[in-house]
Structures are given as structure tokens and as C-alpha cells.
């Protein structure tokens, strides 16, 4: 399968800082390109990337696209709840208590065995490429991409923060403030095979949060992140003091739901080649509603 992707020049530059540039092309996809059968072409004449290109000319590149599904990934039927999809990516919500990719245990059972059914289905081969991925337990949007070439700009638009996720939780008490920044370096915690802490030793990590609801007991939280450590929503909010509902690694109370109430309800993108602005948003789980239910609103 190929994919022939044109834009015309907007000024005089060279051919390799315009497919660099404004095409958003990775240095490993030009050079693919580059030794494909008129890979690259300008006015439909193969070109070399040197070429001194002029404002106007229309500039040609074939994205070729592998023809097989994801190697070794057994197609199983599930129930998917798909919010977007065109050619090139899909936005699915996954529930809590699903993983995103096989792992140990669930060989055949994550959101990734789903689709590959979904498009087996169709008639389609496409491996699965997912941009970003979710914790088993927190719910919420998940993207993919339907071939190599949107993996790659997608995957560009995530390192220019252009591409933005963000999150609902649900977290014990009141932050003093109803916006603000975390920074905490992350690392993994000495003897704990699972669980994060902020160290000094760690890797950067940005979250930035807003208060949306104040409870008797707790919060309604939107957050983002300018960084996706492990755990990273999680780690922050218990080392202020507001660890999430439900998130007994990191001493959450279980009384009103049995998992840490995170949700990824809401994803900016912008469409691989188009460069439509995208927006998609997930509603709020039950077991994440009933939390708020039960709680009283405080009268401010």
C-alpha cells in the first residue's frame, strides 16, 4: 500500500528543509523515500533532496505502507467504542481494566487484539500503532495511527506538545489553589517493583492542574502533562497530599471506587496530513459519576 502525500512550496528553500520543515516528514522517512521509484518528485519529476526548490512547485512523496497486519497479535473479538477514525488514525475509549497492548497475562485480551480484529473484519491490514498508551486501570481516549507515515507525524506532534492530552480525576481533599504546577523530578522507588516516587535522582516531570468541582471530600480535577512519566498523575497528586480515589498504591482511600479514578477524557490533535485541528472527547465513566454523586458539593 502506498500513500502519496503533495503540498506545494509557500517560498524558495532547498528540497530536504522543505520535506523537513513543512511536510513534517522524519529524517527516516525521506530517506526512505529517497530510494523508492520517484520517491520524491517535484512537477512530477524525481528530484533530489539538494534541489534549490521555488515557491509554488508542487512536491511529491510516496509513503509506502507495510502490507501486513501486526506480526504475532491474535485477533479477538471485543467490544470497541470508537469516538473517531479516518484514513489515517482512530480515537477509541478504552475502559478501566483493559491494557492497551498484550502483556503478561493478556496475551489475547488487550484494546490492541481488539483492533486488530476490528480491521480483520473489514478486510484491512494494518498494524497497530498506538500514540501514547493508558494504565490498565485509568480509562479514557487512546490513539492509533493506521500506517507508518501518520505514526510519524503524529509522533512528532507529541515531542512539539501539539499534540495534547488531558485528564479528569478524582482526588481526596480540596488543593489549596484551583490552579497550578507540579514539578518533581520521577523515579522508580528503591525495593518496589511497581510503585514511582518524586526523587532528585528522577526524570523531569511537568503537571499542570485546575480545580474544576470541591467537594466535602474531595476534588474534580483536569489535568495535563509536559512530560508522561510513568504513574506521573498519580506520584504528583499524592506527594501534595491529594492522592487519587480509589489509587491504593499510593494511599488512596477504596470506599467509593475500586481503581484510581483517572480518566483521559479529551484529546487535540492535528490530522497527520491535512492539518485539521482535531478535537475528540470521552464522557466520564459511571464508577467515576458515582464518586461525584456521593459526595456533597460544598456551597461556596
Given at each position: 500500500m502506498e500513500k502519496i502525500w503533495s503540498k506545494t512550496a509557500g517560498r524558495d528553500c532547498t528540497l530536504s528543509d522543505f520535506l523537513l520543515h513543512d511536510m513534517g516528514l522524519?529524517?527516516?522517512?525521506?530517506?526512505?523515500a529517497k530510494f523508492r521509484e520517484n520517491g520524491i518528485c517535484v512537477g512530477g519529476v524525481k528530484a533530489r533532496?539538494?534541489?534549490?526548490?521555488k515557491a509554488g512547485e508542487r512536491v511529491d512523496v510516496k509513503l509506502e505502507e507495510q502490507h501486513t497486519a501486526s506480526p504475532q497479535l491474535v485477533p479477538?473479538?471485543?467490544?470497541?467504542?470508537?469516538?473517531?477514525?479516518d484514513e489515517d488514525l482512530l480515537c477509541v475509549n478504552k475502559p478501566s481494566g483493559l491494557v492497551v497492548h498484550p502483556s503478561h497475562g493478556h496475551y489475547t485480551d488487550s484494546l490492541s487484539n481488539m483492533l486488530a480484529y476490528y480491521?480483520?473484519?473489514r478486510g484491512e491490514h494494518v498494524r497497530i500503532r498506538s500514540i501514547?498508551?493508558?494504565d490498565k486501570d485509568t480509562s479514557g481516549i487512546v490513539v492509533f495511527a493506521r500506517n507508518q507515515a501518520a505514526a510519524g507525524r503524529l509522533a512528532e506532534q507529541k515531542q512539539q506538545e501539539k499534540f495534547r492530552k488531558e485528564y479528569l480525576a478524582v482526588v481526596e481533599g480540596c488543593p489549596e489553589k484551583d490552579e497550578g504546577v507540579i514539578r518533581g523530578k520521577i523515579d522508580k522507588m528503591q525495593g518496589e517493583l511497581m510503585k514511582m516516587c518524586v526523587s532528585p535522582q528522577g526524570k523531569t516531570a511537568v503537571?499542570?492542574?485546575?480545580?474544576?468541582?470541591?467537594?466535602?471530600?474531595?476534588s474534580l480535577v483536569k489535568?495535563?502533562?509536559?512530560?508522561?512519566r510513568t504513574h506521573q498523575i498519580r506520584v504528583h497528586m499524592a506527594w501534595i497530599g491529594h492522592p487519587l480515589l480509589g489509587d491504593s498504591l499510593y494511599g488512596g482511600s477504596m470506599e467509593k471506587i475500586r481503581r484510581a479514578a483517572l480518566h483521559a477524557f479529551c484529546v487535540t490533535?492535528?490530522?497527520p496530513f491535512t492539518g485539521e485541528k482535531i478535537r475528540v472527547q470521552a464522557p466520564l465513566p459511571g464508577d467515576m459519576q458515582k464518586c461525584l454523586e456521593a459526595e456533597r458539593s460544598e456551597i461556596r
Open positions: 522524519t529524517k527516516r522517512q525521506i530517506k526512505q533532496i539538494t534541489y534549490a526548490l479477538t473479538q471485543g467490544k470497541l467504542d470508537i469516538l473517531y477514525e480491521f480483520q473484519k501514547g498508551r493508558l503537571t499542570r492542574y485546575q480545580v474544576l468541582k470541591r467537594m466535602e471530600n474531595s489535568l495535563s502533562l509536559s512530560s508522561g490533535l492535528f490530522q
